[in-house]
């Protein structure tokens, strides 16, 4: 796969990335909103979904959702 050319194909590639992660952890949007208080976020399943069906996904917020739902990392040719 290549690269994002554009910044709307890396939201929406960042995006879908989180989608597949929080399928392979079986984690529901409220699940992930739980697991983000662990990391000082206050989301929930309606601010989730949101983010991802507009890919307005933040930097920190993507880390932050990695990291909640155990993923051990992510190569860029991934996303």
């Given at each position: 796969m290549t690269f994002a050319t554009t910044e709307k194909e890396w939201a929406e590639r960042a995006a879908r990335h989180l989608k597949v992660e929080l399928k392979r952890a079986d984690l529901t949007y409220d699940e992930l909103a739980e697991r983000l208080k662990e990391h000082g976020f206050n989301e929930t399943k309606a601010s989730i979904a949101n983010k991802l069906a507009r890919a307005t996904v933040s930097?920190?917020?993507?880390?932050a959702a990695l990291a909640a739902t155990g993923s051990?990392?992510?190569?860029?040719?991934?996303?």
């Amino acid at each position: 796969m290549t690269f994002a050319t554009t910044e709307k194909e890396w939201a929406e590639r960042a995006a879908r990335h989180l989608k597949v992660e929080l399928k392979r952890a079986d984690l529901t949007y409220d699940e992930l909103a739980e697991r983000l208080k662990e990391h000082g976020f206050n989301e929930t399943k309606a601010s989730i979904a949101n983010k991802l069906a507009r890919a307005t996904v933040s930097a920190h917020f993507f880390l932050a959702a990695l990291a909640a739902t155990g993923s051990d990392g992510v190569k860029l040719e991934d996303i």
